[in-house]
């Protein structure tokens, strides 16, 4: 599946979503969650997730508008966007723009 990363995340009133203070699009928000820290259930990330999460983040980042993921790409992001983030009209966005490729 292709995904636009250039995609702007806004809140329902169409506000930009900020990351740390700034603007940010899907790109930058895929990215985090790639290499989000901890596993699912909390525990330290192994080597071979560390080594996965590295690469998709990579793929992620040197991509320049779209990114072609995996189904199981796609699956990982969205269960590390959902540890990720607490903001409800990102996560929700994030989880239709790939559920809708």
């Given at each position: 599946m292709k995904l636009d990363i250039t995609k702007e995340i806004k809140t329902l009133k169409g506000k930009p979503i900020n990351l740390n203070?700034?603007?940010a699009n899907l790109k930058e928000f895929l990215y985090r969650a790639a290499l989000f820290p901890a596993t699912l259930d909390g525990k330290p990330v192994d080597q071979e997730e560390t080594l996965g999460r590295y690469h998709l983040a990579k793929k992620i980042l040197e991509s320049q508008k779209e990114v072609k993921l995996t189904a199981?790409?796609?699956?990982?992001l969205k269960e590390l966007t959902a540890k990720s983030f607490d903001n409800i009209?990102?996560?929700a966005q994030?989880?239709?723009i790939i559920d809708n490729g």
């Open positions: 203070g700034k603007e199981e790409e796609a699956v990982k009209e990102l996560k994030i989880y239709e």
